[in-house]
C-alpha cells in the first residue's frame, strides 16, 4: 500500500513564502513523474508543477518565477517552494504522483496516487 503525505501548509502573508513537502512510503517499485496541483473554492483542481524523474520541469502561467518544484529521489519525497505568494494562491494544495508498485507475482502496477490536500492560505 502506497501513501503521500503532506505537510507545509498555513497561512502567510502577501509576498511570503511556504514550503510544501510530500512524502511517499510504501511498496514503492520506482516514481515516475510528480506534480502539485491545487484547487481553490468554487474553482475546478489545476496541476500548478510537474517534475519528471529526470529532473524536467514545468509549471503554470501564473506561477512561472514564483514556484519550485523539486524531489529528493532518496526519501520519495517532493517539495514545493513557494515565494511572493499572492492572495490568489490560496487554495488547496495536493501532491501526485505516478508510482509503480510489485506484486508478489512480479507484476507492475502504475497509478498515480494523490495525498490528503494541505491549506494554504494567503491574507493580510
Known amino acids: 500500500q502506497v501513501q503521500l503525505v503532506e505537510s507545509g501548509g498555513g497561512l502567510v502573508q502577501p509576498g511570503g513564502s511556504l514550503r510544501l513537502s510530500c512524502a511517499a512510503s510504501?511498496?514503492?517499485?520506482?516514481?515516475?513523474?510528480m506534480s502539485w496541483y491545487r484547487q481553490a473554492p468554487g474553482k475546478q483542481r489545476e496541476l500548478v508543477a510537474t517534475?519528471?524523474?529526470?529532473?524536467?520541469?514545468n509549471y503554470a502561467d501564473s506561477v512561472k518565477g514564483r514556484f519550485t518544484i523539486s524531489r529528493d529521489s532518496a526519501k520519495n519525497t517532493e517539495y514545493l517552494q513557494m515565494n511572493s505568494l499572492k492572495p490568489e494562491d490560496t487554495a488547496v494544495y495536493y501532491c501526485?504522483?505516478?508510482?509503480?508498485?510489485?506484486?508478489?507475482?512480479?507484476?507492475?502496477?502504475?497509478?498515480?496516487?494523490w495525498g490528503q490536500g494541505t491549506q494554504v492560505t494567503v491574507s493580510s
Open positions: 517534475i519528471a524523474n529526470d529532473g524536467g520541469t
Open positions: 501526485n504522483a505516478n508510482i509503480v508498485t510489485r506484486t508478489t507475482n512480479g507484476i507492475h502496477i502504475e497509478r498515480d496516487y
Open positions: 510504501g511498496s514503492i517499485f520506482c516514481i515516475n513523474a
